[in-house]
């Protein structure tokens, strides 16, 4: 398209929805699509959303040994044009962008890895109201635009800027929805408890994106009692399920819906108790592991290479006798500390339901995080 036609693009009478539509059958000609129909990333509107942010259009956000290829802010603007981001969400997207290279797994193949995992993004902050991000009902599903399209958009940045596709780069054995979108707000109004971003060291009034690669999501629907204790045992029973482990150890995050946060809150349990609760009860007896085939997987076995080739184990050399040595009736724990715990309080109070996902491993960091410049 030429700079005289773009700039005659917003004009109703320019194009016809026949130009419309083939301009998007361009898009997924060109492989620029995650499988579903972007907005074509004309010049003008790439322009709106550059305006949102005093970067540099040719600085580069992160770039990727392994696949040596980086991503540009304009590049990121791009992406996130054709995700169907508004303009003004681009500085959320590059904060997205920056917490997930901060956690550290892309640049140790987690976007290239077998298991088939893709960023959580966490938005904390004023941000949430000014630009529409969803912390309450359906946080994890459907009809909010700032939410799906900031996944979204980070996405995208993986298949065209890294060029990390199914079926080239990406190992992935069978994926995981999440890889779509998978963004979600932090409910601060109705939490007992301090929210992410405050955790992590920011004063309330910023704006932040937090990431955790994560590879599945797990309900807790657990309304049936008023006794805390028991609510924090069923969490710690998803927690320990025996089929995300790859390793002894784990890290998790859970998003706890407001009313079990409440409830835990109004029984004296604060954030971290409910991180050290888990510590202590997320397990499985050495019988029961053995039987499910996973006395190696529960090994503290040494540093190994991933079939990727690319990062390796962090977990410690193996204990004397390793779970050979444990009887079938002795729990074994499945998280290290509480700092393998992120909680997070989102959804609506309507429900007792919390949702655990659980991790790939032990990135250099977790989670990620990044401030929103705007």
Not at 37 to 54: A, K, W
Not at 128 to 135: M, P, S, T, W
Not at 149 to 171: S, W
Not at 302 to 312: K, L, W
Request: proline fraction near 7%.
């Amino acid at each position: 398209m030429t700079e005289q036609e773009d700039k005659t693009s917003y004009s109703p009478t320019s194009y016809s929805p026949e130009d419309l539509l083939l301009a998007i059958e361009e898009c997924f000609d060109r492989g620029w699509t995650d499988g579903l129909p972007v907005v074509p990333p004309i010049p003008s509107l790439v322009r709106r959303f550059l305006e949102h942010t005093d970067r540099s259009p040719s600085e580069v956000v992160w770039r990727m040994s392994q696949v040596k290829r980086g991503c540009t802010v304009e590049a990121a603007a791009v992406n996130a044009a054709m995700a169907g981001c508004r303009p003004e969400y681009l500085p959320v997207v590059l904060a997205a962008l920056e917490a997930v290279v901060d956690e550290g797994w892309p640049g140790h193949g987690g976007w290239q890895s077998t298991t088939g995992g893709g960023p959580l993004l966490v938005v904390n902050g004023p941000v949430r109201a000014e630009l529409g991000f969803n912390a309450e009902g359906n946080v994890f599903g459907p009809g909010f635009r700032a939410n799906a399209t900031v996944g979204r958009a980070v996405r995208l940045v993986v298949l065209n800027a890294y060029g990390i596709r199914p079926h080239e780069l990406d190992q992935s054995t069978q994926g995981f929805p999440g890889k779509y979108s998978l963004c979600i707000a932090e409910n601060e109004e109705d939490s007992p408890w301090e929210p992410l971003h405050v955790e992590l060291g920011h004063a309330a009034d910023v704006s932040t994106v937090s990431a955790v690669h994560t590879r599945s999501t797990e309900h807790v629907d657990n309304r049936n009692t008023g006794d805390a204790r028991a609510v924090l045992n069923d969490i710690a029973d998803t927690v320990a399920r025996i089929g995300p482990m790859t390793r002894r150890y784990r890290r998790v995050v859970v998003v706890v819906g407001p009313e079990h946060a409440q409830q835990l809150a109004g029984s004296g349990f604060s954030k971290q108790d409910l991180k050290e609760y888990l510590v202590e009860h997320s397990s499985r007896t050495a019988g029961v592991l053995r039987a499910a085939g996973r006395a190696e997987a529960t090994e503290l076995y040494p540093s190994r290479q991933e079939s990727a080739g690319v990062f390796a184990s962090t977990t410690a050399a193996p204990a004397e006798g390793g779970l050979a040595s444990i009887p079938d009736d002795e729990p074994v724990t499945v998280l290290r500390s509480p700092d393998d715990v992120v909680v997070v309080v989102a959804g609506a109070a309507n429900a007792g339901v919390t949702t655990v996902l659980h991790t790939l491993g032990f990135p250099p960091k977790t989670p990620g995080n990044a401030v929103v410049r705007r």
